[in-house]
Structures are given as structure tokens and as C-alpha cells.
């Protein structure tokens, strides 16, 4: 396949993320980035999970969505075009259209890009929990960088501060922790069932352990399923359909497989293998997955979306053997969970304030802009100043108006 079809000439990539196994760079004009670095057995190994995952999830999202009603499977990204450092074929046609200090020869592929989180969403999360002030909003938002915004969801711990952010902080994996996802109005419960589900996937069907798996909320202009509108045949049709695509839908992922691990369901001693190997990597991943404690609530709903997700699988599946491995998984989960708290010093879900702003902290105001499905990126950045602009347009109103008052006041005296 020549060069050419992998990354036009006349495209240069620019950076989306760096992290500890390669770098992201945006293809633009396409729905493809690239993955890249220096550890060719890291990449490779990335590239096969993520596909072996990506397979899984073609295979089962339907099936789970039919026994969650409402709940979405989380999405994964499909790979292709691995090229090895060797690939001259590839390297002397693509490599100059990297950036400068990019350009030396590594393990790559392509992979479907996960779009940002839109406009609206960004702008939320900008106003909740940054500096509230004019500048900052301005600064935070007219970076390019913080363009490509996605929400890494942190359900299994508090933030640590609640002082706000500055414009130091990117947008980029921007961690929304707990405490944060209850601020902004999102619905955490929908959240962990969808995430135990795709957890369930990645343990039972693709048999990997999700080591330092990422999910994160991102947006798609495209779905697994293709849409058929109900009741077709009593409505007239629309004058078109392709408006549609303009339209973000907003949905968790699953990415980064370079760390994941294999296993075998059917080897010998597998329940304490196999178990042991989930529990390790469940519990030294970032906090993605509600903790056992102290939220019972959102721990429940978790564990039984994580079951009744696992029975679904291993039933179809005809993996017997493997039937109890989940309960196990879970019953020495919620025994690390308990350790956990007591060699803690403090209750890191405990919080002294409310989260307000007070000190430069966070805000609890323009909750009607949150993290909704279906935002549209029509009006692109520009409307994004233009609303730092009104907001400074409003404050000068403002303070005309209290002048006049003051003046008038002082004439009637």
C-alpha cells in the first residue's frame, strides 16, 4: 500500500497528546490520528489490543445494550497501518510532515480519533472550575491546545484540591473527578454502569487485563449503529439526513491497551491467576472505577452492572469454568477497598467546603451549560470569545449603570 493513502503529502500532523509509551498527532481533514514511539514492542502491542478490543466491542455492543436499557457500551478506537521503525517506505514519504522534534523514525499506527468534547462542554467546564475571572476564561479557552479536550472520569476518588484551576491547566485529559462530575451535573450512576459494562468486555470476552486502560468522554460524529428514525412510515422523510453529521454525540471510551496483558481463562490454576491478575490491575489504574468505599451507593450500582455484564458474557460464551471468576474478582476488590481506607490518614472523599468560590475555588453557577449529549460545534471558537467579550460588555453595563445611579442620587440630594 503506498505512503500516500496512509498520510497525504501535502498534511502536516499536529500534536494531540503525549504519554509514557508515544505521542498523538491529529491527521487533519480525516478521522484518523497517530500513535507513535519509541518502544516498537509497546506499540505493537497496542496495536493488537486495541484492535482485539475494538473486535470484542463490535461483537458484544449490541448484545449489552439490549440487557441495559439505556446504558451505552463505552466505545473503543480500531488500529491499522502498523509501521515499524524499518518501514523506509513509509518513513521517507511521512515523516517530515511532523512537527519539528518529531521527526525520527519509531513504531506507529493509525487509529480512529476520539473527537473532543464540544464547545459548550468545554466552556463548562472552564467556568465550574477555573479562576473566575474575564482573562483567565479568555486565555483557558482561545488556546488552541485546550481544543482537544478529553474528560478522564475519575469516579473512584475526590480532587484533591478544590482550589481553581489557572491558565496554567490544560483542558487536555482533563481529570473530572467525583466531586467535580456531581458539580457539573452528570449523571455518575449512567457513568459506572457504563463503565463496569466495558470493563465486563475487556475481562470476559477480549480476556485482557485493562492495565492502565484510559476512559475518557469524548464525542464521535459517527455511531456503531447506523440510525433508523421509529415510526418512518407514518412521518414524511426529512429533506435531508446529512445535517446529522454536524452533530457531536457524547460518549465514554476505552483507550491505551500498550500495558495490557493477556490470560487464559481455561490454563491450570486460572481462578487464582487470572483473579489476582484483574485485581492488580483494577486497583493500580488511576482512579477510574468507583472505590468500595465509603460511596456504597455508586459501588453497588457498579458491581452490579460489572456481574450481571460478566454473567451475560461468560454465559454466551459457554466459559464455565470461568463462571464464579467475576464474584471472586469483586469479593477481593471490596476487601482491598477496606484496607484501603483504613491505612488511609483521612477520608479522601471528605470535604471541608461545599465547593464554592469563595478563595478562588470552585463555582457551583451555569450548571445549565454541562456535559450533554449531542452538543453541536456549529459556531465554531469564535463564539467562544465572542461570549468572554459579551461577559465583558455586561461587567462595563454594569458599572455604567451604577455610576448613573450614584450621580442621580446625588442630584436628588
Known amino acids: 500500500m503506498k505512503p500516500d493513502f496512509y498520510l497525504a503529502t501535502n498534511i502536516n500532523c499536529a500534536t494531540l497528546d503525549r504519554g509514557s509509551c508515544g505521542s498523538v498527532f491529529e491527521v487533519p481533514g480525516t478521522t484518523f490520528a497517530i500513535k507513535k514511539g519509541a518502544n516498537t514492542k509497546a506499540i505493537w502491542n497496542d496495536f493488537n489490543l486495541t484492535n482485539h478490543a475494538y473486535n470484542s466491542y463490535l461483537t458484544w455492543a449490541g448484545i449489552l445494550s439490549m440487557n441495559f436499557p ?16 524499518d518501514s523506509a517506505e513509509y518513513w521517507d514519504v511521512v515523516l517530515k ?34 479562576h473566575n475571572d474575564t482573562q483567565t476564561r479568555h486565555n483557558v479557552l482561545s488556546n488552541k491546545a485546550n481544543r482537544d479536550c478529553l474528560i478522564r472520569v475519575y469516579l473512584g476518588s475526590n480532587n484533591p484540591s478544590t482550589q481553581a484551576y489557572d491558565v496554567t491547566a490544560t483542558l487536555r485529559n482533563f481529570p473530572l473527578y467525583l466531586d467535580q462530575a456531581k458539580l457539573v451535573g452528570l449523571d455518575i450512576t449512567a457513568y459506572a454502569e457504563e463503565m463496569a459494562i466495558g470493563l465486563a468486555l475487556l475481562h470476559w470476552q477480549a480476556q485482557i487485563d485493562a492495565a492502565d486502560t484510559e476512559f475518557v468522554i469524548g464525542s464521535s460524529t459517527g455511531t456503531t449503529f447506523r440510525t433508523r428514525y421509529p415510526n418512518h ?7 435531508s439526513t446529512v445535517d446529522d453529521f454536524a452533530r457531536r454525540e457524547i460518549q465514554m471510551w476505552m483507550l491505551d491497551y500498550d500495558k495490557c496483558r493477556e490470560v487464559d481463562l481455561s490454563a491450570k490454576d486460572a481462578a487464582s491467576a487470572v483473579v489476582n491478575q484483574y485485581l ?18 455508586l459501588w453497588q450500582r457498579f458491581r452490579a452492572a460489572y456481574l450481571k455484564a460478566s454473567e451475560v458474557i461468560l454465559s454466551v460464551r459457554g466459559v464455565g469454568v470461568a463462571v464464579d471468576f467475576p464474584g471472586m474478582l469483586i469479593e477481593k476488590w471490596e476487601g482491598w477497598g477496606e484496607k ?44 467562544e470569545e465572542e461570549g468572554e467579550e459579551e461577559e465583558e460588555g455586561d461587567e462595563e453595563e454594569e458599572g455604567d449603570e451604577e455610576e448613573e445611579g450614584d450621580e442621580e442620587e446625588e442630584e436628588d440630594d
Open 97 to 130: 510532515r511532523f512537527p519539528q522534534g518529531d521527526r525520527s523514525r519509531a513504531a506507529a499506527f493509525h487509529v480512529d480519533r476520539i473527537l473532543p468534547a464540544p464547545r459548550p462542554t468545554r466552556m463548562s467546564l472552564v467556568r465550574l472550575f477555573y
Open 70 to 85: 439505556g446504558r451505552r457500551v463505552p466505545r473503543v478506537p480500531g488500529a491499522l497501518f502498523f509501521n515499524s521503525p
Open 233 to 239: 412510515q407514518a412521518r414524511p422523510p426529512p429533506t
Open 280 to 297: 492488580v490491575a483494577v486497583t493500580g489504574n488511576d482512579p477510574h472505577f468507583p472505590h468500595p468505599w465509603p460511596d456504597i451507593e
Open 340 to 383: 484501603d481506607m483504613e491505612a488511609s490518614e483521612f477520608d479522601p472523599f471528605a470535604r471541608d467546603g461545599d465547593g464554592s468560590n469563595e478563595d478562588g475555588g470552585w463555582s457551583n453557577d451555569g450548571l445549565e451549560g454541562g456535559i450533554t449529549d449531542n452538543d453541536s460545534e456549529e459556531g465554531g471558537e469564535e463564539e
